[in-house]
Nanobody, 123 residues
Framework: VQLQACGGGLVQAGTSLRLSCAASGRTFSSYGMGWFRQAPGKEREFVAAITGSGRSTIYADSVKGRFTISRDNAKNTVYLQIDSLKPEDTAVYHC?????????????????WGQGTQVTVSS
């Protein structure tokens, strides 16, 4: 499975971004998908995840209410809508896929990773 994330950029605090992650393969709906982020000097942290069907999602407490994960299985794409961006959201955002349709928060639960897309939020 190859994952290609895009949609990052340099934005002002309070604005919104939508990140996209396109996946290769013909069984996308069987993969649980997650988004993680890594800020400079910090460990990679879980952000959000969605089941293969798209019916269930989980979020890190720090992003609940501002981040929304969704997917379009017809397009083999998972999205991360980020609203009310804050400077502390600055990080490289990675998408990840796991070979099960369920979701977990641990990065060890994911089998494939994209290269990441940079989000920089100015105050």
């Amino acid at each position: 499975v190859q994952l290609q994330a895009c949609g990052g950029g340099l934005v002002q605090a309070g604005t919104s971004l939508r990140l996209s992650c396109a996946a290769s393969g013909r069984t996308f709906s069987s993969y649980g998908m997650g988004w993680f982020r890594q800020a400079p000097g910090k460990e990679r942290e879980f952000v959000a995840a969605i089941t293969g069907s798209g019916r269930s999602t989980i979020y890190a407490d720090s992003v609940k209410g501002r981040f929304t994960i969704s997917r379009d299985n017809a397009k083999n794409t998972v999205y991360l809508q980020i609203d009310s961006l804050k400077p502390e959201d600055t990080a490289v955002y990675h998408c990840a896929a796991r070979l099960q349709p369920t979701v977990v928060m641990s990065n060890r639960g994911y089998d494939f990773w994209g290269q990441g897309t940079q989000v920089t939020v100015s105050s």
